[in-house]
DNA sequence: ACATCATGTAACTAATTAAATTACAATCAC
DNA sequence: GTGATTGTAATTTAATTAGTTACATGATGT
């Protein structure tokens, strides 16, 4: 199964937060209104984040603020809060087990996908949440120098 | 997207293929008992890897072959014929481009996940069918000494 | 040659999964 | 206390994947 939207919709809020704080209120419709979502969407994938202590909220009221500083985020973390142990391969678990293939197979293959799936996980370990609010701004810049000439 | 089942069925059929050459007649409808799975849904997936040269099939005839040593066949081959350009992050494309971070985050998350997909790979790449199949006969050989014993 | 069996593919259906919506209780802020 | 907002459950819709049906094409054995 490929990783779903919601990492990269979490990501983007994540980093809607930081550069949007104390310019726009920060409610789920505002943020939902950059995702082009809706405002329940956001409020589930902003729950996970809470839940894994990646930002602050308050029931009841808006503003919810990184609970950490923006270097010391990263997607790991991010993917983490949201996809917590899914994978990123998937083994076919109903396979002919009288057969020596079908029947070890699944034990054959997980060690090989794990090395896999940790060597991504350790790449996305490495970047950081302000490593993307970065670019994000270098490539703002770049689109509104291009229009300004 | 996790990536589907497609990816280890044809690793199935690749071990299958080598481990059950000249032992019973390796048609579609063989094989498939092995995944438990349909007959069709195997020469779909033997259909791309005939295209991406890692097997000789003929049209009509039964028992296609390894079109090269199991030892070079890699899962990055295997995944690469199956699922082509897929990507194992998925990048939410519809959000607003007005805003500072639905405007940039696509670009902006590309590289990263580009990064995290390109590790994941470079492990795939370095697995071979061969250490696929030798790992499924020692967990078979595992399997048959603890019930003679 | 012919009957039988197999592959290769298209078109369709069913099942699974993910996204979006609706609804509402709980909480905050003025 | 009123109005706005969060948090979450339940449901619906949409998208994706797996499985099925159907059949034309090619091989094999007698």
């Given at each position: 199964m490929k990783i779903s939207t919601r990492?990269?919709?979490?990501?983007?809020?994540?980093?809607?937060?930081?550069?949007?704080?104390?310019?726009i209120p920060?409610?789920?419709?505002?943020?939902?209104?950059?995702?082009?979502?809706?405002?329940?969407?956001?409020?589930?994938?902003?729950?996970?984040?809470?839940?894994?202590?990646?930002?602050?909220?308050?029931?009841?009221?808006a503003d919810p603020e990184l609970a950490k500083s923006p270097k010391d985020i990263s997607l790991y973390d991010v993917f983490l809060a949201i996809e917590g142990?899914?994978?990123?391969?998937?083994?076919?678990?109903?396979?002919n087990p009288q057969c020596i293939v079908g029947g070890n197979i699944q034990e054959a293959l997980e060690g090989f996908y794990?090395?896999?799936?940790?060597?991504?996980?350790?790449?996305?370990?490495?970047?950081?949440?302000?490593?993307?609010?970065?670019?994000i701004r270098v490539k703002q810049a770049e689109k509104e120098r291009r229009s300004h000439q």
């Open positions: 990492f990269s919709d979490s990501i983007h809020i994540l980093a809607f937060i930081d550069i949007y704080h104390g310019l920060l409610t789920s419709s505002n943020i939902a209104s950059s995702i082009e979502t809706s405002p329940v969407v956001v409020r589930r994938l902003m729950s996970a984040l809470h839940k894994a202590g990646l930002i602050n909220t308050v029931h009841g009221a142990d899914a994978h990123l391969f998937t083994i076919d678990e109903r396979t794990q090395q896999a799936e940790i060597a991504a996980k350790a790449k996305l370990a490495t970047t950081s949440l302000q490593d993307v609010i970065n670019t």
